[in-house]
Every structure is written in structure tokens, then in C-alpha cells.
T-cell receptor, first 113, second 113 residues
């Protein structure tokens, strides 16, 4: 039973373009939605995170958009660069149970130079 | 500050052999966890611990044992390896402040033949 559905599985974007990765969830008890970035041979690392009291969070070229009513959230990477090529995981954890974080299946992003 | 250290980086086992994957963190984090990463499956939680002497099962605990005798160490034991346990294993830690990020090690790639 997958609680966080992530799409697409893989994505190819031209340098300078916008990369968009989408996630959807069903559990309305989720209250924290982080995104992790993983480079080959390395462990994932937190990229950016959002809580449902805001609809958008921006950090540099990375933006999370959150739609609470639709139970969807997405990562936008503006002006995508070859160095952004990595696997991206969305995740969610329920209120007061952040030991139960659930990850999406990941999106492999490749930015063409 | 080494962060989360996993050893070994690579391991090949024969079916039925046992081994322990080591994980140590030097950040005094109370929470530690083990994930396995398989192609197309994302990160799945195996076991986790919220402090020394306390462990609990995650999503895919069968075939794995853990213990937490110190804050720093959280070893993962495979008692009788099976080919289905071929995977990349990640250890992660975080402090108990709500919404604090997971810090991952660089993984152990395990092949069971």
C-alpha cells in the first residue's frame, strides 16, 4: 500500500528548463512534506520541505507547491542545470509521528547540457 | 564531524550466510533508522530506534534484526541472507526536534548470490 505516489519515474529536461516532479498522498494526517535529493553513490540529503499551513515555499531555484485540498505537492526546479541531475524523493510524515516518514518511489532527473 | 558512517561499502554474501551492517553517528542523534533502496521501489523503512534500548519495526522488517545499545551505533543484522535481500542499505539519523531532517550515510551495497 503506497501512501505517497510520485511521478514521473524519470525525467529529461534541457539545461535552463523547468523540471517538475509531482507527488500525491491519501493520508490527511500527514503534516510534513520534505524533498530529498540523491546523487549516485551517495545517501539522500534534505533539499527543501514544507508544512501544510503554506501553499508554496521557495529556496533559490527550488520551489515546493502544495495543494492541501487536492492532497498534492510538487517540486519545481527553475533554470535546471546539469548539476541538478540526481534522484529526487518526495516524502511525508504524520502529525506527531515523524518517525514514520514515508518516501515516494523516486524520480531520476537528467538535465541535458 | 563525520556524520553517519556505514561499513562496509560493498558486500557479497552467499545464501544462508549471516552478517552485520554497521552504522555509527557522531551527532548525538536519538533517532536512527535503516532503509533499503531497490530500483523502482524508493526507500523502504526496515527498523528504527528512538533511543538507546528502544527499537521498532518499519515497513519491511522480516529477515532483519537490530539492537541499540548506545546512542551512536545501530547495527543491522541479517541472520540468514536471501537473494531477495540484495539491495542498497542506508542508515539515517536525526534529532528529536520536530521536523528535523534525516541525515543519511552513503550506503552499503549488498549482493546475495
Amino acid at each position: 500500500q503506497q501512501q505517497v505516489k510520485q511521478s514521473p519515474q524519470s525525467l529529461i529536461v534541457q539545461k535552463g528548463g523547468i523540471s517538475i516532479i509531482n507527488c500525491a498522498y491519501e493520508n490527511t494526517a500527514f503534516d510534513y512534506f520534505p524533498w530529498y535529493q540523491q546523487f549516485p553513490g551517495k545517501g539522500p540529503a534534505l533539499l527543501i520541505a514544507i508544512r501544510p499551513d503554506v501553499s508554496e515555499k521557495k529556496e533559490g531555484r527550488f520551489t515546493i507547491s502544495f495543494n492541501k485540498s487536492a492532497k498534492q505537492f510538487s517540486l519545481h526546479i527553475m533554470d535546471s542545470q546539469p548539476g541538478d541531475s540526481a534522484t529526487y524523493f518526495c516524502a511525508a510524515s504524520p502529525l506527531n509521528r515523524d518517525d514514520k516518514i514515508i518516501f515516494g518511489k523516486g524520480t531520476r532527473l537528467h538535465i541535458l547540457p | 564531524n563525520a556524520g553517519v558512517t556505514q561499513t562496509p561499502k560493498f558486500q557479497v554474501l552467499k545464501t544462508g550466510q549471516s552478517m552485520t551492517l554497521q552504522c555509527a553517528q557522531d551527532m548525538n542523534h536519538e533517532y536512527m533508522s535503516w532503509y533499503r533502496q531497490d530500483p523502482g521501489m524508493g526507500l523502504r523503512l526496515i527498523h528504527y530506534s528512538v533511543g538507546a534500548g528502544i527499537t521498532d519495526q518499519g515497513e519491511v522488517p522480516n529477515g532483519y534484526n537490530v539492537s541499540r545499545s548506545t546512542t551512536e551505533d545501530f547495527p543491522l543484522r541479517l541472520l540468514s541472507a536471501a537473494p531477495s535481500q540484495t539491495s542498497v542499505y542506508f542508515c539515517a539519523s536525526r534529532n528529536r526536534v520536530k521536523y528535523s531532517p534525516l541525515h543519511f550515510g552513503n550506503g552499503t551495497r549488498l549482493t546475495v548470490t
